[in-house]
């Protein structure tokens, strides 16, 4: 009988944020491709595109004119999933007809005034601004909304229409499944174990940095990057092939209560994790990213010690620049199936240069 | 004060199988759209090409030659994402690493020998075969598998690789997340309500037809096709913009205890849906679909009274052939979120003919 070796035999792995569990099958990068491949992002963006309505001094479909920004800009959606207002819902004791209310604000955010540039490519203080600026308007929003949710869809292949560097921040009165999820599962931890669960989860990817561990079959290495203050690995439970959690060294509940240092050190962890990606397949890295930390509004006033902030990288690319994974029909319907072990993944984003090639001269 | 309109004010709907909700946004629609559009579906698909490893009498790509098949043809994937032996992982006692065995076996189930058909223009017959072909395999893998996953990845857009017409069947020896979720929640609503969640359910749908009942804000038709045995409608939680559910008339715990009469009216529904679908946007409709039932194996012989068997369509098109629902940053880290009411998509596949564009003369 063969040995259990976690990069070559099919296993699952589960994750204890969400009590869900995800099928690992290495052995399936083998198989050859032949279906849909995807156009490479568009290369050639202008710095400025006089029709682009996230640039500065445009006028946007709604009439509104862009002031001439400098650094970060943020507007209300012209076309929000979430408003303000809206008529009360009628209350319904049907279990099987469930309706609540759902009040908030989207928001976009822009990164830089020019729209040829990315995230790596801008310098530290260029995008300190940036973490600044979701600081400032988690804490606004954070006063009347239970979630404020701050996420960047990069590129086409994720339903980002517009190449102009920006995110989004949508605030809602509910908490959304996802956080209302951890939060629970993060709370039962707190309970049973006495620590956070991302605090112990964060102290035992460490420990299995110490060598005489690392080279053990149970404890191969998820690290990606760090600095003195964040920690950038891919997480044992990883859905997406190239998926990342970023994680604060010290117990942080929110993105607001950073320090000055800090939100520079979160600024440099996203330079760093945005550079690896760009040069894994040297192309403008497509994803979906956001930030999680404790709910606010009410729950500003309630317990949070369970929350731990932290930054969710979810990229679609698998095998190149044109090839993505697919969550389809088995994904949709029974469960997440990756083709690598994280560990894999964390190597090869750990082979990648910390150089964007970008700026290689 | 504005009267609350479930067509026209954001609200938020839960779904009562998996406790998850989503967010209705109906003003949204109206948002122009600049992002990505899909290559239309390639409508010149040869009825054999001598290269594809699933037409009669190929040889695939692992050397192993297809029969001459006249109807449906099951064989084992070539690259399976589970296989049948692994060795035995070792236990974990650490609530952060939990890894678990996952045994099992992936095929792949073609439907017709022609490449150029897809179930809407097969003949009532020949998607009969496909029925009972699903039904056969579901019991011959429901002995020895926890769960048997028959599913279909409908065009490229779905990362379907192969125009020719089939679906894959994924057995495991593990529940996997969706139908273990769905499964504690009918268990439950069983449990507390005495009835089948689904059946209930069902019920409330069809009562809501009465046509004083319909006229009401709180009973809006959902139904979008039926026959003598089953019902296809937009459930009231659907997160995709066309989803359905089929569902049927009598309480059915799996596919394998349909009646011949039944499973030709499967079929039949199977036609009914795929042929509306087509004439939405009239093109070949990409969509995951699958179907649950209560769990096999060893769960053949427990009380899975609960469960309803049923079909889930997940289409991903939203506004046209070349424009989908992006199920991006928010939709993944905070909750799904629609454009369009389950109602107004119900509306919109009911005002579809019943007739596939293709067969008008
Ligand atoms: O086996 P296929 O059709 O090549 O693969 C497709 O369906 C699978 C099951 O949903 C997914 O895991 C793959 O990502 C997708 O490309
Ligand atoms: O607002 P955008 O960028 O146009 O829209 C994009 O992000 C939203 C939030 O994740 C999604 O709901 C949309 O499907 C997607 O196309």
Redesign the interface.
């Known amino acids: 009988?063969?040995?259990?070796?976690?990069d070559e035999?099919?296993?699952?792995?589960?994750n204890?944020l969400k009590a869900?569990?995800v099928?690992?099958?290495p052995?399936?990068c083998?198989?050859?491709?032949?279906?849909?491949v995807e156009k490479p992002a568009e290369e050639e963006v202008p710095p400025h595109d006089p029709n682009n309505p996230l640039c500065p001094g445009n006028t946007r479909?709604n009439g509104k004119v862009n002031p001439n920004y400098e650094s970060t800009y943020v507007f209300t959606n012209?076309?929000?999933?979430?408003?303000e207002e809206?008529?009360?819902?009628?209350k319904?004791d049907?279990?099987?007809?469930?309706?609540?209310?759902?009040?908030g604000t989207c928001r976009v955010m822009c990164f830089h005034p020019r729209s040829d540039i990315t995230l790596p490519l801008m310098t530290l203080d260029e995008v300190t601004k940036v973490v600044e600026r979701w600081i400032a308007e988690s804490i606004e929003l954070g006063l009347k909304y239970r979630?404020v949710?701050v996420?960047?869809?990069k590129g086409?292949?994720?339903?980002?229409?517009?190449p102009h560097p920006h995110c989004?921040i949508?605030a809602?009165s509910?908490l959304?499944?996802?956080?209302r999820v951890k939060d629970h599962y993060q709370r039962q931890?707190l309970a049973k174990?006495g620590r956070p669960?991302l605090r112990?989860?964060l102290d035992?990817e460490l420990q299995k940095k110490v060598p005489q561990l690392a080279a053990s079959v149970?404890a191969p290495e998820r690290l990606v990057c760090e600095n003195a203050s964040f920690v950038a690995l891919v997480p044992?439970w990883a859905v997406w092939p190239f998926e990342l959690l970023v994680l604060p060294r010290r117990h942080v509940l929110r993105m607001a209560d950073l320090t000055a240092d800090e939100q520079r050190l979160l600024a440099d962890i996203v330079r760093q994790v945005t550079t690896r990606y760009d040069n894994l397949f040297r192309c403008n890295f497509p994803y979906?990213?956001?930030w999680?930390g404790a709910p606010t509004g009410e729950a500003m006033s309630e317990d949070c010690q369970h929350w731990v902030f932290h930054g969710?990288y979810?990229p679609p690319l698998l095998r190149s620049a044109a090839v993505k994974k697919?969550m389809?029909?088995?994904e949709?319907?029974?469960?997440?199936?990756r083709?690598l072990t994280p560990e894999q993944a964390a190597q090869r984003l750990r082979d990648c240069s910390p150089v964007h090639y970008k700026l290689e001269q």
């Open positions: 009988q063969q040995v259990f070796q976690p035999h099919q296993h699952i792995r589960y204890p869900e569990w099928l690992v099958s052995h399936r083998k198989r050859p491709w032949s279906g849909q479909p012209d076309f929000p999933a979430l408003l809206a008529p009360p819902v009628p319904s049907n279990p099987l007809f469930q309706c609540a209310p759902a009040l979630w949710q996420f960047e869809n086409a292949i994720m339903g980002c229409s517009n989004q949508w809602s509910f959304p499944n996802e956080p931890y174990h669960l112990d989860y035992q149970t044992y979906s990213m956001g999680h969710i979810l697919f389809v029909g088995y949709m319907l029974a469960q997440a199936q083709d």
